[in-house]
């Protein structure tokens, strides 16, 4: 059985578990959303699909409308088993730095330095770029 970090670290999977966190959707959908997103073929997207059935992440049922069509439903407990995972990781974090918080420490921020106000030029003219060379304005073929 893959991780559940494994499984979220493919952004197709990813994003195929955020589309299904919203409900279920036929299989016909997720091709072309997850096809179109990633400009993956179906059988690419076919295949993410498969490993996520296959880890017990979504289950299929068949849609009642259609009885030609699959309905792809994400399974509650791949969400509690990443839940889990999250939560080891934070009781490492909380061995490691002693913080007995489930976040990050947050750390005070740092001013930015100011930045420098603007300098004139030197001698106080304007530079050189972006001016024409003398002549520039002249039609063509009039040179003396």
């Not at 559940?4 to 959707?25: K, M, S, T």
């Not at 300098?119 to 520039?136: L, T, V």
């Amino acid at each position: 059985m893959m991780h559940p970090f494994e499984l979220v670290a493919d952004p197709v999977r990813r994003r195929l578990i955020e589309v299904l966190a919203v409900g279920e959707h036929p299989v016909g959908v997720l091709n072309d959303v997850i096809a179109m997103e990633f400009c993956i073929s179906r059988s690419a997207v076919s295949h993410h699909l498969r490993i996520l059935r296959d880890e017990g992440v979504v289950t299929v049922a068949q849609d009642q409308g259609l009885p030609q069509s699959r309905l792809y439903v994400l399974d509650g407990d791949f969400l509690e088993r990443l839940d889990d995972a999250v939560g080891a990781l934070f009781a490492l974090w909380d061995q490691r730095y002693g913080t007995g918080v489930r976040r990050a420490p947050e750390f005070p921020a740092r001013p930015l330095p100011p930045t420098r106000a603007p300098h004139s030029h030197r001698a106080g003219r304007k530079g050189m770029r972006g001016r024409r060379s003398p002549g520039f304005d002249e039609p063509l073929g009039q040179n003396p």
